[in-house]
């Protein structure tokens, strides 16, 4: 976690000025909504390899920081896993027609499985890029760890490797 904290500050500190977010033609202004859907490759050491659908509405509230909700589904060996959740978003750099960002959320997730059937509370750091084909539409890569302090091993954590994408209106 402090890895990721660090690279948000040292990223920040070299992010566009104020001025020239005005002047951007990328679509993360005060008052638009981005509608996104992604997959992801993810494992976890107790549970192996799992497959997640995830899905999520933000507002920006002021320019280049949005909240909303998610919704996320995955498949592993098994076990069928659903959270429900809030997500805030911050997109720390910004160029021409791409954009880097930080997203954070927390979920209420629920496991499955034969004989096992748990709720907790857990949350996801997700470090993404991306790319504008034109004020609309947009797609890239993204890094998301997960991570629930509060559960036994089996329930801790996992690192998700994905691809997005995003619908801005």
């Not at 507002?59 to 896993?81: E, H, K, Q």
Request: proline share 2%; aromatic share 18%; with cysteine.
């Amino acid at each position: 976690m402090r890895v990721i904290v660090f690279c948000f500050l040292v990223l920040n500190a070299s992010s566009v000025k104020a001025e020239d977010i005005a002047t951007s033609t990328l679509p993360l202004q005060q008052g638009r909504w981005n509608l996104g859907v992604s997959t992801s490759l993810g494992y976890n050491e107790h549970r192996g390899g799992a497959i997640r659908l995830e899905a999520d509405l933000q507002y920006f509230v002021v320019d280049r920081f949005s909240l909303g909700v998610t919704a996320a589904t995955d498949f592993f060996r098994g076990i069928d896993n659903n959270s429900f959740g809030v997500v805030g978003t911050y997109y720390f750099y910004t160029l021409a027609n791409s954009a880097f960002y930080l997203s954070q959320s927390v979920t209420w997730d629920t496991d499955r499985r034969d004989s096992y059937d748990k709720s907790f509370i857990n949350t996801r750091t997700t470090l993404g890029y991306n790319f504008f084909f034109d004020e609309t539409i947009a797609a890239g890569p993204r890094v998301q760890y997960e991570w629930n302090p509060n559960q036994t091993a089996y329930e801790k954590g996992g690192l998700f490797v994905g691809y997005g994408l995003s619908v801005f209106f």
